[in-house]
């Protein structure tokens, strides 16, 4: 997957970026996404929740390249064509959880093979990383089902260059007549701002909002 490099002679952001690089700034957000209307069209179809969640996390992901934007091994800066989503699953017999990968698809039928196929070899798999060989190109999604929360945030101590969007889903619960779910967003302000954050919710929304355009 091609990685483009930023011209940052010539970039709208290069004083934004230098500024919260050197300050290390980071800033996460939570908001609850109504997913009332998607709970019913994955019922329906026998789909499940958490691989709609995150190929709608990556769909937006590869959508705005301020949530591609990294530095590649020699720590020059740039953003991916495509991000690849690396997620956590649960191991209920110990407790454990393990990050494995899954190649993505703008078609959600064909990410979703690409997900039952991963989770039948991998599902039983102990260990922290168990799907070897994780590309560059990937994002950090996972996943706390067990509690409601109303803010999330994790700290990294990597002299904060760690650019990319780590994104978390919480437990949904209801509230009148809707179902909700939370989520967090984490960025980096050097690449992301409010208005970046506020557009992958509202993207994210939609996505809940209308999911029978993309649930073929």
């Known amino acids: 997957m091609k990685f483009n490099l930023i011209d940052r002679e010539n970039w709208d952001r290069d004083q934004y970026f230098e500024y919260y690089l050197n300050e290390k700034c980071t800033f996460s957000i939570s908001a609850n996404i109504d997913i009332t209307a998607l709970l019913e069209h994955l019922r329906n179809k026998g789909i499940k929740l958490y691989p709609s969640f995150i190929y709608m996390v990556s769909k937006i992901v590869n959508s705005h390249p301020e949530f591609r934007t990294c530095f590649n091994d020699e720590r020059v800066l740039g953003?991916?064509?495509?991000?690849i989503p690396s997620y956590t699953i649960f191991h209920d017999d110990n407790k454990t959880f393990s990050?494995?990968?899954?190649?993505?698809?703008?078609?959600?039928?064909?990410?979703?093979e690409n997900y039952q196929e991963d989770i039948k070899q991998y599902a039983d798999v102990k260990g922290l990383f168990t799907k070897e060989n994780e590309p560059k190109n990937s994002f950090p999604i996972s996943?706390?089902?067990?509690?409601?929360?109303?803010?999330?945030?994790?700290?990294?101590?990597?002299?904060?260059?760690?650019?990319?969007?780590?994104?978390?889903g919480g437990k949904y619960f209801n509230l009148e007549d809707r179902t909700l779910l939370p989520i967090s967003l984490q960025v980096h302000h050097a690449v992301c701002d409010g208005y970046?954050?506020?557009?992958?919710?509202?993207?994210?929304?939609?996505?809940?909002?209308n999911c029978h355009k993309w649930l073929t």
Do not use: K, R
């Not at 953003?79 to 991000?83: A, F, G, I, N, R």
């Not at 706390?144 to 999330?152: D, E």
């Not at 970046?196 to 909002?209: G, I, R, V």
């Open 79 to 83: 953003y991916w064509d495509q991000m």
């Open 99 to 112: 990050c494995i990968w899954t190649e993505f698809s703008n078609e959600f039928s064909v990410f979703y």
């Open 143 to 168: 996943s706390i089902p067990w509690v409601s929360f109303t803010g999330f945030n994790l700290n990294i101590n990597n002299e904060g260059d760690f650019l990319l969007p780590i994104i978390t």
């Open 196 to 209: 970046h954050a506020s557009t992958f919710l509202d993207e994210l929304q939609h996505l809940a909002n």
